[in-house]
């Protein structure tokens, strides 16, 4: 046995160190490695995204010359709104383009030519006509929105290299399309319809308002109900409940219902809420509740670890002073616990706003145009859009995809951030 | 009041069944040994008094059959090994072991002759009035103002602002903190130093006036210029109080209380006038600790 500190043990330990030292870089290596490696996964997934996503934000649209003759509209001059409603603007948008393309005569090219203006131009034009109803009687340029397909060939989507009958945009259209642009008559524009309009089965048009109020109200029921029962079935675990066999059997429940899957919950839904308490289908409420129960095991478990990580000499201190476990628990316990709370229950709101199996499963998968006004309204919400939008085939449903995931992704790290920014205020208190 | 009588009082409910006993020899079943401690454990006037208690963590007794009473207005020091059991004990005297799981207090003790175990105590009560300062600072992670007001504010013993402010700085300034934090009450209480910490605990528990109070080892962290301070404090006090103090100064001891018990290995070995103990102690392993030869 040689002594520790005898010089050939000094000349061991140095040879050693060498070693030591070379595993101790191939170790931070491999590390650095893995990280960059994660790293890069997610960029080319957000890089995709965003760059199939952005142009979903722009639109483009057509200046027409449009006749706003009452008689060809079919309605008195002076019409009041009604009958300006019931008013024939598809007519006087298909004549202005007959107008500007005159040399356009066959029946299938004059179609094909009335496919370049969105159907939801009518719409556009009946309520400009509405809010300014003395444009009546006159000829004006009118920036009309384009079609999808006109749109995706604006935006330099659309591949001319291909032979004709492989794409979609053919060469007619984009005849036309360039003696537009060429006049100056083609704009791109913020797509403000994208933010204001529901969904709809033309993409130019489809917008994911009802989707986001839809995954609001959702998210507002599963946080008013799975917050408030979250927390206190925590608190209630770790300060109140006696150690026995029952809170034992309660708490490996709550662990095993964090493991089931998320479209079980969705079926429970369906036959508990929809089909026994006969709530109505495809709305936030059913949806929420549904969210609620699959969020509830999250948060109960991530603030019982909040609370568990409060050091138990602040709770002596309280209790040391007379405070009764209740006080102790509210000015003590919680606050300290609240950070930690705050970023599970957070964390389990943005499982539940990226969540849609169990939605699918009670019905919020339905085509809906209309924005939710309430809880109880039928209505779809974010992922469950992207979901249908994924779905479709029209190629201006791509970019609606990915830029709905953008949206979705913003609220996600908006939520972060909140939880971020709350923690940092409760822990200077 | 005479010794027998008061013995005499001790209701015997729980687990404590022995209320009427010979006067010399504490009956000691517990124990494995048969020690008897050396010494009077009780006195004639006593605010509080353990009779037999013993304490386990789980299967493990960390207190065997301790008897010792805690007379109205008295310093009584509590000194021994690390882990003898010394906090195990003060914590019995106001219930802070009804917080550790696994942990069972027998035995019988009283807060002027009423059973502080029977399951009509209320603890919230009794902790208002016996308070305590723990051997480690635990000062809430709140302002310092807020940590001492905090006390006062839920019992409601201040009606007004005006009144709350005078407890915080008459509580701070008895703890010998006042000077040092004035400028900074609204700081957190846990930016302060270890030895302010233990200061402002120490203010935390006198704000609320309890009747006893119990001290873990308050000195530990402090530099001598604050534990003469708090050394005053105890000696002003005992005039209204009655306080359990443990520490491991033999001088503090010496300095501050009336009666000094010696534990060892979970037993109450000796106890007696402070003075007597220091000067004669009488058991062997009383003397090796307070000449150093030990722990
Ligand atoms: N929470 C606990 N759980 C289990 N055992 C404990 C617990 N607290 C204390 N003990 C045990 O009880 C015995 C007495 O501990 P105690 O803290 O009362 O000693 P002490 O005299 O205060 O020591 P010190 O002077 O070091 O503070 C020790 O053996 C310790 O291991
Ligand atoms: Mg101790």
């Known amino acids: ?429 | 009041m005479s010794t027998v009588a008061s013995m005499g009082n001790f209701s015997s409910k729980g687990t404590a069944d022995k209320a009427d006993k010979p006067q010399q020899a504490l009956d000691i079943n517990h124990a494995a040994d048969d020690h008897e401690t050396i010494g009077t454990p009780w006195v004639e006037d006593a605010k509080m008094s353990a009779r037999n208690v013993n304490v386990f963590y789980g299967d493990k007794q960390a207190i065997m059959s301790v008897s010792l009473d805690i007379g109205r207005n008295e310093v009584v020091a509590m000194i021994g090994p690390s882990g003898c059991g010394k906090s195990t004990f003060l914590r019995t005297l106001n219930r802070m072991n009804d917080i550790i799981p696994g942990c069972r207090v027998e035995g019988n003790i009283t807060l002027d002759n009423e059973d502080i175990y029977q399951s009509q105590q209320d603890t919230v009560l009794l902790r208002a009035r016996v308070g305590m300062v723990f051997q480690k600072p635990n000062p809430f992670p709140k302002s310092i103002y807020e940590n001492v007001a905090y006390g006062p504010k839920i019992h409601g013993l201040a009606h007004s602002n005006a009144e709350m402010d005078e407890i915080v700085e008459k509580s701070l300034r008895r703890a010998g903190l006042f000077n040092e934090v004035k400028d900074q009450l609204d700081k957190p209480g846990t930016g302060l130093s270890g030895g302010q910490q233990q200061r402002l605990c120490i203010a935390r528990a006198i704000a609320v006036s309890p009747e006893v109070i119990l001290m873990d080892e308050p000195c530990s962290a402090l530099d001598p210029i604050a534990t003469a301070r708090i050394e005053e404090l105890i000696d002003e006090l005992k005039e209204k109080y009655t306080i359990a103090i443990v520490t491991h100064s033999m001088q503090q001891a010496a300095r501050v209380s009336q009666r000094t018990a010696y534990f060892h290995l979970g037993k109450l070995i000796e106890v007696g006038d402070t003075k007597e103990i220091f000067t004669n102690p009488q058991h062997h392993l009383t003397e090796n600790y307070i000449t150093g030869r030990f722990g």
């Not at chain 1, 008195?76 to 709104?81: D, E, I, K, T, W």
């Not at chain 1, 549904?290 to 999250?298: A, G, N, Y």
Request: proline letters at 5%; hydrophobic letters at 50%; a neutral charge.
């Open chain 1, 1 to 429: 046995m040689s002594n520790p500190s005898s010089p050939d043990n000094t000349s061991l330990i140095r040879s050693s160190l060498k070693k030591r030292y070379a595993r101790e870089r191939r170790f931070k290596l491999y590390g650095l490695l893995a990280v960059l490696t994660g790293f890069m996964f997610l960029f080319v997934l957000l890089a995709d995204i965003v760059i199939k996503g952005t142009p979903a934000f722009t639109q483009h649209f057509i200046q027409v010359t449009i006749d706003l003759d009452p008689d060809a509209l079919g309605v008195a001059p002076g019409a009041s709104a009604e009958e300006l409603q019931a008013a024939n603007f598809g007519g006087a948008i298909k004549r202005g383009l007959r107008e500007m393309f005159p040399d356009v005569t066959s029946r299938k090219d004059k179609r094909a030519l009335y496919r370049m203006i969105s159907i939801g131009a009518e719409y556009d034009l009946r309520d400009l006509l509405l809010e300014q109803p003395e444009l009546l009687g006159q000829k004006k340029e009118i920036w009309l929105r384009a079609h999808s397909e006109a749109g995706s060939y604006l935006k330099g989507q659309v591949d001319t290299e291909l032979a004709e009958e492989d794409r979609k945009v053919k060469n007619n259209l984009i005849g036309w399309l360039d003696r537009l642009e060429a006049q100056g008559k083609t704009e791109s524009r913020f797509n403000v319809a994208f933010f204001t309009s529901g969904d709809s089965r033309e993409p130019e048009l489809a917008g994911i308002k009802a989707a986001l109020y839809g995954s609001f109200f959702t998210l507002m029921v599963t946080f008013c109900l799975a917050f408030p029962i979250g927390v206190l079935a925590a608190v209630y675990l770790e300060e109140f409940a006696p150690r026995n066999r029952l809170t034992d059997l309660i708490e490996i429940n709550i662990n095993n219902l964090a493991a089931v899957p998320s479209i079980v919950f969705g079926l429970l839904g369906l036959a508990v809420f929809i089909n026994f308490f006969e709530m109505p289908r495809s709305a936030p409420l059913v949806g929420g509740i549904v969210l609620s129960l699959m969020t509830l095991p999250t948060i109960i478990i991530t603030s019982r670890a909040a609370i568990q990580a409060v050091p138990p000499s602040i709770r002596q201190a309280a209790l040391g002073v007379g405070a009764s476990q209740l006080q102790t628990v509210f000015h003590h316990v919680l606050p300290v616990a609240m950070p930690g709370i705050l970023t599970g229950s957070i964390i389990g709101m943005a499982q539940a706003l990226g969540e849609s199996a169990p939605l699918l499963m009670i019905g919020m998968v339905a085509f809906i145009m209309d924005v939710p006004g309430g809880v109880s309204d039928p209505s779809t919400v974010l992922p469950v859009q992207i979901f249908l939008w994924a779905d479709s085939p029209e190629r201006g449903f791509m970019e609606k995809t990915s830029a709905a995931i953008m949206v979705l992704m913003g609220f996600l790290i908006l939520m972060n951030a909140v939880a971020i920014y709350l923690r940092r205020r409760f822990e200077t208190h």
